[in-house]
């Protein structure tokens, strides 16, 4: 099958690799439809280090993805050959410590799609996954948008974290995919005061598309300022989602004492500091986002009943040999990108 490769930094190649095959009772093989490029593939592709770990070259990424169901293994109940998938893409073990007080996201033995060491993502023709870990989607929903379920998951976890209830200012730093994924829940959440930097014009323009009030630009004024100046209390629930240490610095200054900081973002260095100072006398809660737990359904049934329109975040859609490209356009934020994809049926 072919498969798109990372074989070091900057490097992308389309190989044929093996198909992978059904082991285990409980397996299914999956063609893939689309497969999102996200900003933890593109990590592999800037940097050889991600969180202190060597990236084991070569890498096969991908875990954002929507299939058909090619063939089933022998115990497999729920699925047959031609049915449309979302899919979840962390495996858990179920018996840990972790599974049984119901955070399968930091399963001890967890093992997630495209993470280099685990197992081959789905940045390839075929990929294969147990039953469990797919939902089916309404014959109405596009492949594009059950891809989108994944990212979407991510900001709905991280809304759970950084608070149910959000009060009624409410910062966005970063508004990439994800952080686009987040105002998007926020606004469906009914918060309308709603402010995001970015360094890009086409995100920041996308941002307020979804439903931001103000954006602004770290590179070109100070937001801190801008967005005190509107709102002198403070925020009531910060979102870093850019992974800038910068970001996590204004984050800082723009919550309200008492307030949480969700991070979202991962940072390319191993370590940030921060005003320890004006943290401890805010009475800051950091909370940090491991991926997300169990929140693909749900993120399913908000798209399903048009809740949330994810499928414009989508600006780019590559085939297959255009991968080499597709990294490069998102590395480099070209064109405008916001969420690129490779739809395996162009
Ligand atoms: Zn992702
Ligand atoms: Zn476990």
Known sequence: MKAIVLSGVGRVEIREVPRPSIQAADDVLLRTAVAGLCGSDLHYYIADRVGGEAVPYPVIGGHEVSALV???GSAVTRMRPGDRVAVEPSISCGTCDQCRAGRPHTCRSIKFLGHPGDKDGGLAEFVVLPERNLLPIPDAMTMTEAMMAEPLSIALHALRLGGANPGPAIAVLGTGPIGLCVVLCLQAAGVRDIYVTDKSEARAQAALKAGAAW????DRQDVVREILDRRPLGMDAVYEVSGDPAAVEQAIQLIKPGGRITLIGIPLEERI???????????IAFYNVRRQNRCL???LLLIEGKHIDVSWLVSHAFAPDEAPHAFKVVAERRDGVLKAAVDFSL
């Open 70 to 72: 090619e063939a089933v």
């Open 297 to 299: 359904e749900r993120a």
């Open 273 to 283: 500091a921060y005003p320890t100072a004006v943290a401890r006398r805010k009475e």
């Open 215 to 218: 954006s602004g630009n770290p």
